[in-house]
């Protein structure tokens, strides 16, 4: 009854946003990656022929990425904050979320919006608002004097690895609780109902049927929060600003920014860009592959 045509045409509008947004802007920053610096202005000077590319300052700063070198200790620090962060958000989220989908009746729609409220808020005020919580007269640090669990409180602000870890948590964590509520919503209830007349009980019936039921929107989740995370420089600057927590972003955000090296901004890009496109396949075929077994 439609032409072949008809339904292709929808999916347009999203290709060429994808085109002007997405491929346009990382072609530009592989112009500058591969092109020069101007010697007066220190502007980058993007190179758009890649037939006379120059691949000097990429190859320089991916030799920087081997251990003992430049960007070693900064990249393991962002991979480890990265999974530190992932792990607390899904330790954190994931039974919120199980909550929310199987026990929350009454209360569902309203602690959905409480899910939903601090994305009223932009990332930077509620990263300062962290920021209170942690100076050296906040909260925290009353809380713990207060309960003697410390003698001298801790500099939560100068160069803690743990400031950055709660920060990357707490700003990321309602993007994982959503898809993952998400999944655990479509997990078809007779399931679990069939597992427990089989003479499961409600904890084998969750590590054998609900959990990996729900590994497709633990892995999406995980995808949603991670991907954002490596590039971010944000956090790290507000709760910390020092640079035994500088992350890749940082460094991107420098070079970018504060410095006269454009170029090896764009290149660190490049990298990390490769480094997550590597990620992003494997969640790809994960996923692939969990569609076989369900379709089996």
């Known amino acids: 009854m439609y032409p072949k045509w008809l339904w292709p045409v929808f999916a347009v509008p999203g290709v060429v946003w994808l085109i002007l947004l997405f491929l346009v802007p990382f072609y530009a920053v592989i112009g500058v990656a591969f092109g020069g610096v101007d010697p007066i202005f220190l502007n980058a000077v993007p190179n758009w022929n890649p037939f006379s590319w120059n691949y000097d300052v990429l190859l320089q700063t991916l030799a920087g990425f081997l251990p003992g070198n430049q960007y070693w200790g900064i990249f393991v620090r962002t991979v480890v904050y990265v999974a530190l962060a992932l792990t607390g958000s ?91 509520l998400a999944a655990l919503d479509r997990i078809d209830r007779s399931v679990l109902e069939a597992a427990r007349d089989l003479g499961a009980s409600p904890a084998s019936a969750f590590f054998h049927v609900t959990l990996p039921l729900s590994k497709p929107g633990i892995l999406g ?7 954002p ?16 927590t500088t992350m890749l972003g940082n460094q991107i955000d420098i070079f970018f920014h504060g410095g006269p090296q454009p170029s090896v901004g764009a290149s ?14 494997y969640y790809m075929i994960t996923i692939a592959k969990a569609q076989k077994e369900v379709a089996g």
Not at 115 to 132: E, G
Not at 221 to 227: C, D, G, N, P, R
């Open 229 to 244: 995370m490596f590039g971010d420089y944000y956090t790290p600057t507000i709760v910390s600003g020092s640079p035994r």
């Open 90 to 180: 899904l330790l954190l989220g994931y039974p919120v979320a199980y909550y929310i989908s199987r026990h929350a009746k009454r209360t569902k729609m309203v602690l959905i919006a409480l899910i939903v409220l601090p994305f009223w808020v932009s990332y930077m005020m509620r990263m300062l608002a962290w920021v209170n919580l942690f100076s050296p007269n906040g909260f925290v640090n009353k809380f713990l004097l207060w309960t003697h669990l410390v003698q001298t409180p801790p500099d939560w602000l100068g160069g803690n690895h743990a400031s950055v870890v709660l920060g990357l948590i707490y700003g990321y964590i309602p993007y994982l609780i959503l898809p993952l």
């Open 268 to 281: 660190l890009t490049m990298i990390l860009s490769a480094f997550l496109a590597v990620l992003m396949a």
């Open 221 to 227: 989740a995980s995808v949603i929060i991670a991907l």
